[in-house]
C-alpha cells in the first residue's frame, strides 16, 4: 500500500497542471483505489484498479477506454445448502439452516467504455462522465 500512496503523490503534480491545448489522442496509464469498505465484518482490503487508458476527444466530450485489472482482496461469505434441521430445545423446536463459509479473492480484468464531458476550465482537466464495464 506503501509504494501506491508515494506513486500517486508522485503523479499528483503532472495531474494538476493545466492542459492550454486539447489533445488529439491520449494514451496512458489508469491507476485507482477505493478505500471504503463493503461491510467491516465481510471485507476490510482497499480495492485498486490498474491498466492502461485511451480517450479520443471529440469537442467537449470524450470517447475512450481501457484494459484493466480490479483487485478486490479477500472476500468470507456464507452460503445457503438449503439444509435445515430441528432440535429440541427446551422443550421447543428451533429450526438450524446449514450454510458454507466460502473465501474468495475477487480479482478480474475490465474494459470499460467510457464517454466523458469535459468541464470548461482553464486551470485543471476536470470532466465529468460515465463509465461501464
Not at 482497499?46 to 478486490?72: H, I, W
Not at 435445515?84 to 467504455?113: A, D, G, I, M
Request: charge should be neutral.
Amino acid at each position: 500500500m506503501k509504494p501506491f500512496k508515494l506513486l500517486s503523490l508522485l503523479l499528483l503534480p503532472l495531474c494538476l497542471g493545466a492542459q492550454a491545448t486539447q489533445p488529439r489522442f491520449v494514451v496512458g496509464p489508469e491507476l485507482g483505489a477505493d478505500f471504503r469498505k463493503i461491510s467491516p465484518v465481510i471485507n476490510s482490503n482497499n480495492n485498486y484498479t490498474f491498466g492502461l487508458s485511451v480517450e479520443y476527444p471529440v469537442g467537449k466530450f470524450s470517447l475512450g477506454t481501457a484494459f484493466l485489472y480490479k483487485e478486490y482482496g479477500a472476500h468470507d461469505y456464507r452460503e445457503y445448502t438449503g439444509e435445515t434441521y430441528q432440535e429440541l430445545k427446551e422443550e421447543e423446536w428451533v429450526t438450524y439452516h446449514n450454510y458454507y463459509e466460502r473465501h474468495v479473492r475477487l480479482n478480474y480484468y475490465s474494459v470499460p467504455f467510457r464517454l466523458q464531458y469535459r468541464l470548461p476550465c482553464n486551470c485543471v482537466y476536470v470532466q465529468a462522465g460515465i463509465m461501464a464495464d
